[in-house]
C-alpha cells in the first residue's frame, strides 16, 4: 500500500468515526456538527466568496510578512555570524527574543500601529524573523572550515566568496529554517487576525466563536491545515528533498 493510498484510508477513517460520533453522542450541533454540516458550510463559504476572500487575505499578509523576516533573517544571521561583538550583544539578545511567543507582541504593536493591518503584520514578522535568524546563524557557521580556506586560497572575497561558498554551503540548514519559520509565522497569522481587525481566516474563526457556529470554526480550521499541509509536503519537503539528494545526503 502507497505512502498516499495509506493517507486517503486514514482520512477517512477519521472522518467515518467523526459522523458517527456526532449522530451518537446526542449533543446539539452547535457544539459538535456533523463532517457532513461542517462541508456544507466550507463548500457554501467557498462558493459564495466569504471564505475565499479570507484566503486571500491572510496569504497576502502571511507571504508579506515572511519575505520581511526572511530578508530580515538572514542579514541579521550573517552579522551574527560574521562578527564577534554582535554575536556576543545581539546574538545574545535574538537568543532571548525567539522564546517569547509572538501574540506576547501584540499589545505592543496595537499601540505602536493602531487595531489594523500593520499591527498583524508586525507579529506575523517578528513570529518568523528570530528563528529565521537561528538557523541563519547555524547554516553559517556549519560551513567547512575547508570550503572557506580553499576558497580564500583562489582568491574569492567579500560577495562573491558569500555567494559561492557560505550560502551554497548553508542551504540545507537554511531551508529548514525557512520550514520552521513559516509554521511560526502562520501560527502568529491566526493568533494575531483572531485579536485584530480587517478579515482573514482568523477573524473567521472569532465571528464563528461570537456566533455559537462551530461548523464554521472547524470550517476554518480545515482550510488552515489544508494550506499549511501543501505548503509543508509540496514546497518545503520537496525543496529539503531535492537539496539533500543533491548533497549527497539521501539517495
Request: charged share 10%; net charge positive; aromatic share 10%.
Amino acid at each position: 500500500m502507497t505512502t498516499a493510498l495509506r493517507r486517503i484510508v486514514f482520512i477517512a477513517l477519521i472522518a467515518a468515526i467523526w459522523e458517527v460520533t456526532s449522530r451518537l453522542s446526542g449533543l446539539p450541533e452547535f457544539m459538535f456538527p456533523s463532517l457532513v454540516q461542517v462541508l456544507e458550510t466550507l463548500f457554501n463559504g467557498l462558493v459564495s466568496g466569504q471564505m475565499s476572500a479570507a484566503i486571500v487575505k491572510s496569504l497576502s499578509r502571511l507571504l508579506l510578512g515572511f519575505s520581511i523576516a526572511i530578508t530580515v533573517g538572514l542579514l541579521l544571521g550573517y552579522l551574527i555570524w560574521r562578527f564577534k561583538l554582535v554575536e556576543d550583544t545581539l546574538g545574545f539578545l535574538v537568543t532571548a527574543l525567539q522564546s517569547i511567543p509572538s501574540i506576547v507582541w501584540f499589545p505592543l504593536a496595537i499601540i505602536w500601529f493602531g487595531l489594523n493591518d500593520l499591527s498583524i503584520l508586525f507579529i506575523v514578522t517578528i513570529g518568523a524573523t528570530w528563528t529565521m535568524t537561528i538557523s541563519a546563524t547555524t547554516g553559517f557557521k556549519n560551513v567547512p572550515q575547508l570550503y572557506q580556506r580553499v576558497a580564500k586560497t583562489f582568491g574569492s572575497k567579500g560577495i562573491h566568496f558569500i555567494r559561492t561558498v557560505i550560502l551554497p554551503a548553508s542551504v540545507p540548514q537554511l531551508i529548514a529554517g525557512l520550514r520552521i519559520a513559516w509554521a511560526f509565522s502562520w501560527r502568529a497569522l491566526m493568533a494575531g487576525e483572531l485579536l485584530g481587525a480587517g478579515g482573514g481566516l482568523g477573524q473567521l474563526l472569532e465571528t464563528g466563536r461570537s456566533l455559537g457556529q462551530m461548523d464554521l470554526v472547524i470550517s476554518v480550521m480545515i482550510i488552515i491545515a489544508v494550506i499549511g499541509t501543501i505548503m509543508d509536503n509540496i514546497i518545503f519537503v520537496r525543496l529539503e528533498r531535492s537539496v539533500q539528494k543533491k548533497w549527497g545526503v539521501t539517495a
